[in-house]
C-alpha cells in the first residue's frame, strides 16, 4: 500500500472521510442543488438527466453542461461533484479545469470506452467509481479512485441490487482475512486485482478508500440498511426528486444515514414522507437495459 | 480513564476516534444529548459544517452544546472548529459561538486547493497538517491564544478549555493536538 499511500492520495481519500455518515444527492440544476444543502447533504452531483429519466428518454447520457455545473458552484458551499463517461479522461479533465470537488466516473452514463476506464492517478482532482465486487473495486483503486460506490442498479428506485454489491464487496473482503500468504496470490489472480491491495484488504478487512453506497436508494429505510450491511455513507440519485416532496425526503435521508442504527429515529425520518419514487422490477429489465454491468 | 464523546452526526468521526484511542482515551461516538452527557469532553470533527448545523437544530442538540461546553472541553476540527467560531463568512451562517474566533469558510479554495503541508507550532516545532477545504481563522480574541500558524494565519487556537484546528490532525501519524486535548479533561 506504500505506493498507493502518496499525500495526493491522502487528500483524495480525506475529503471522502469527510463525506462519511452523509447523503449526497444528485441534481440537475441550482434550485435542486439549493434544496439538498438546505436539507443538509453532503455534497451534490451535478447531472444533465437524473438516472430515472437516462432510462426512460435514452439516447447518449453525456457530462452535465458546463453552464450548470458552474451555476451549482456558485450557488451551493458545499462540495460539488460531477459524472464523466467511463475512459472518458477529456470530460473529465474538463471538469477538472472547471474545478468540481469530485468526479464520478459513472456507469449511469453511456460509457466512452468499453475497455478502458480513466487513469485516475493522473488527476489531481479525486474520482470515485462504482464496483459490484470487490475484484472491480481494487481494480478502480488501482486506477487511482479515492472512493468506492456499490453501483446498484441506478434510477431503479429498487435496493435489491445496491444490497447485493455492498454485500459481496463485505463477503470477499471477510473471505480475504483469514487466507494464508500463497492463498492471497491466487485470490489476487481470482480477483483480477493487485496483489499489494489484496494483502491490504487481507490484513485491515475493509477497502483502503471509503466505501459508499449507491444505485437504487429511495426511502429512508432504504439508506440506513445499505450502511447497516457496511456502506459508510449513501449516494440518493432520482430517489429525492423523482419523489413527491422532495424538501421533506431530503431532509428524511440525511437524518436515516446519521440514525441508521436507531429504529426510533427511523421512524420519525419516515413519517410524512409523501410519495416515494416508482420502482421498477430490476429482475425484469432486459440486459441491455442494465446500468451495472458498463465497466468491469 | 476519561471519556471523549465524538460527535458522530456525519463526517470523519471514526479517524478522531481512533486518534483520541492512540492519544490514550476513551473513545465514543455521541449522536443524542443522553450520550453526550455521559462523556468529559467532545470532539466536533471534520465533514461539512452545514450538515452538521442543520443536524444539530433538527435534533435539538444546538443547547445541549453550548450547556456542555460551558462546563466541559470542546475540540473541534475544520468543520467542527467553523461550528465553534463566533464569527461564520463565506457565506454567514449560525454556529455555537463558544470561541471568540471569525472563521472564513472554504478559504483556500476547492479540493484542487487542499494540501498536506507542514505548520508552524508558536513552540518553535513543526506539524504534518492536512487542510482539505479547509477554513481560514481571520481573527482570533484577545482571550485566545495562537498555537500554530500556517502562511502567517492562525491554524489551531486555543481559549480556556476550547480548541480548534482549521487542519486535520485525525489523518496524521502525530496525536500531540490530540495529546493536548486530553491533557485538557478534568
Known amino acids: 500500500m506504500n505506493t498507493y499511500m502518496t499525500d495526493d492520495f491522502r487528500l483524495k481519500t480525506g475529503l471522502a472521510e469527510m463525506l462519511k455518515g452523509g447523503v449526497i444527492m444528485d441534481v440537475t440544476n441550482v434550485e435542486q442543488a439549493k434544496i439538498a444543502e438546505k436539507a443538509g447533504a453532503t455534497a451534490v452531483m451535478a447531472l444533465e438527466r437524473v438516472p430515472a429519466d437516462i432510462r426512460k428518454e435514452g439516447g447518449v447520457a453525456r457530462m452535465a453542461s458546463i453552464r450548470i455545473i458552474h451555476e451549482i458552484m456558485e450557488a451551493v458551499s458545499i462540495p460539488v461533484m460531477a459524472k464523466a463517461r467511463i475512459g472518458h479522461f477529456m470530460e473529465a479533465r474538463v471538469l477538472e479545469a472547471l474545478g468540481v470537488d469530485y468526479i464520478d466516473e459513472s456507469e449511469v452514463l453511456t460509457p466512452a470506452d468499453e475497455e478502458h476506464h480513466i487513469d485516475k492517478k493522473n488527476f489531481k482532482v479525486p474520482f470515485v467509481c462504482g464496483a459490484r465486487n470487490l475484484g472491480e473495486a481494487l481494480r478502480r483503486i488501482a486506477e487511482g479512485a479515492a472512493m468506492i460506490r456499490t453501483k446498484g442498479e441506478a434510477g431503479s428506485g429498487n435496493i435489491v441490487e445496491a444490497v447485493r454489491h455492498i454485500r459481496t464487496i463485505v463477503k470477499e473482503m471477510k473471505q480475504l482475512t483469514v487466507l494464508g500468504k500463497e492463498e492471497l496470490v491466487h485470490e489476487a489472480k481470482n480477483l483480477g486485482a493487485p496483489l499489494e491491495l489484496v494483502e491490504w484488504v487481507a490484513g485491515n478487512g475493509k477497502l483502503p478508500v471509503p466505501n459508499f453506497s449507491a444505485g437504487g436508494i429511495a426511502t429512508p429505510a432504504d439508506a440506513a440498511l445499505v450502511m447497516q450491511l457496511g456502506a459508510e455513507a449513501v449516494f440518493v440519485g432520482s430517489g429525492i426528486f423523482k419523489s413527491e416532496d422532495p424538501e421533506a425526503r431530503a431532509k428524511a435521508m440525511v437524518k436515516a444515514a446519521t440514525f441508521f442504527n436507531d429504529p426510533v429515529k427511523l421512524l420519525e425520518a419516515s413519517e410524512e414522507l409523501g410519495e416515494a419514487m416508482r420502482g421498477l422490477d430490476v429482475a425484469k429489465l432486459p440486459e441491455g437495459e442494465l446500468l451495472q454491468t458498463r465497466g468491469w | ?186
Open chain 2, 1 to 186: 480513564m476519561k471519556t471523549v464523546g465524538v460527535l458522530a452526526l456525519q463526517g470523519d468521526f471514526e479517524a478522531h476516534r481512533n486518534a483520541l484511542e492512540r492519544a490514550g482515551s476513551r473513545a465514543v461516538e455521541v449522536r443524542t444529548a443522553a450520550e453526550m452527557a455521559q462523556c468529559d469532553g467532545l470532539v466536533i470533527p471534520g465533514g461539512e459544517s452545514t450538515t452538521m448545523l442543520k443536524l444539530l437544530e433538527n435534533e435539538g442538540l444546538l443547547d445541549p452544546i453550548q450547556a456542555f461546553g460551558r462546563e466541559k472541553p470542546i475540540y473541534g476540527t475544520c468543520a467542527g472548529a467553523i461550528l465553534l467560531a463566533r464569527e461564520v463568512s463565506h457565506p454567514p451562517q449560525p454556529s455555537l459561538e463558544l470561541m471568540d474566533i471569525a472563521v472564513e469558510r472554504n478559504a483556500y479554495g476547492r479540493q484542487i486547493d487542499s494540501r498536506i503541508t507542514k505548520v508552524q507550532g508558536e513552540d518553535g516545532g513543526e506539524l504534518e497538517a492536512v487542510f482539505i477545504r479547509a477554513p481560514i481563522i481571520r481573527r482570533v480574541g484577545a482571550d485566545a491564544r495562537v498555537l500554530a500558524r500556517y502562511k502567517g494565519d492562525p491554524v489551531w487556537v486555543e481559549q480556556g478549555r476550547h480548541m480548534v484546528t482549521t487542519f486535520h490532525p485525525e489523518l496524521t501519524a502525530d496525536s500531540s493536538v490530540h495529546r493536548r486535548f486530553v491533557e485538557k479533561l478534568s
